[in-house]
T-cell receptor
Framework: EDQVTQSPEALRLQEGESSSLNCSYT??????LFWYRQDPGKGPEFLFT???AGEEKEKERLKATLTKKESFLHITAPKPEDSATYLC????????????FGSGTKLNVKP | KAGVTQTPRYLIKTRGQQVTLSCSPI?????VSWYQQTPGQGLQFLFE???????NKGNFPGRFSGRQFSNSRSEMNVSTLELGDSALYLC?????????????FGPGTRLTVT
């Protein structure tokens, strides 16, 4: 079965301290890998879609990369407002519109 | 473009009751998925509807059901509520296409079962 594992579970950074979040996946034919940001009590907010190994996407301080087995979300010089839970999801070619979500990385950026 | 809307936002029910949650997708989106989110289990897939047909189903008991209307709006129903059904229920909509398309989530319905 398709699976997504995210690490670390929680990450505490000082403002300006860059780091990366990891998303490892097992899927029978990747249709897409998605990154979301979720604030407490709210629905996940879409960030990026990656379709194939080698692809990269950027948005402000965030950059997502994709290999054949994992994706990284790089956070450059984070600010306190970047504090949130970051979720990774994959869509395989088997179940057409079924998404498999990881358990997320809870990021806390201290001023 | 208006986002995904869910009603009600908050619900308090007692064990044994049933509940119906509603979701209106983004205009033009024909696929609607439902998820249950709890602190311990994360996002768990319930089911997905497209053109009024259930295409995918997660591993939840038959007490959880859903439907989709011709205007793509969707409802989910939980019968005989249990304490463990307390969760944030999220609805997500997406376009139907040949390539993968991202899902857009609503704000969720917070269900508390007492």
């Amino acid at each position: 079965e398709d699976q997504v594992t995210q690490s670390p579970e929680a990450l505490r950074l000082q403002e300006g301290e860059s780091s990366s979040l990891n998303c490892s996946y097992t899927v029978s034919g990747l249709r897409g890998l998605f990154w979301y940001r979720q604030d407490p009590g709210k629905g996940p907010e879409f960030l990026f879609t990656l379709y194939s190994a080698g692809e990269e996407k950027e948005k402000e301080r965030l950059k997502a990369t994709l290999t054949k087995k994992e994706s990284f979300l790089h956070i450059t010089a984070p600010k306190p407002e970047d504090s949130a839970t970051y979720l990774c999801a994959v869509q395989g070619r088997g179940d057409f519109n079924k998404f498999y979500f990881g358990s997320g990385t809870k990021l806390n950026v201290k001023p | 473009k208006a986002g995904v809307t869910q009603t009600p936002r908050y619900l308090i029910k007692t064990r044994g009751q049933q509940v119906t949650l509603s979701c209106s997708p983004i205009s033009g989106h024909r696929s609607v998925s439902w998820y249950q989110q709890t602190p311990g289990q994360g996002l768990q897939f319930l089911f997905e509807y497209f053109s009024e047909t259930q295409r995918n189903k997660g591993n939840f008991p038959g007490r959880f059901s859903g439907r989709q209307f011709s205007n793509s709006r969707s409802e989910m129903n939980v019968s005989t509520l249990e304490l463990g059904d307390s969760a944030l229920y999220l609805c997500a909509s997406s376009m139907q296409g040949a390539v993968a398309s991202e899902q857009y989530f609503g704000p969720g319905t917070r269900l508390t079962v007492t």
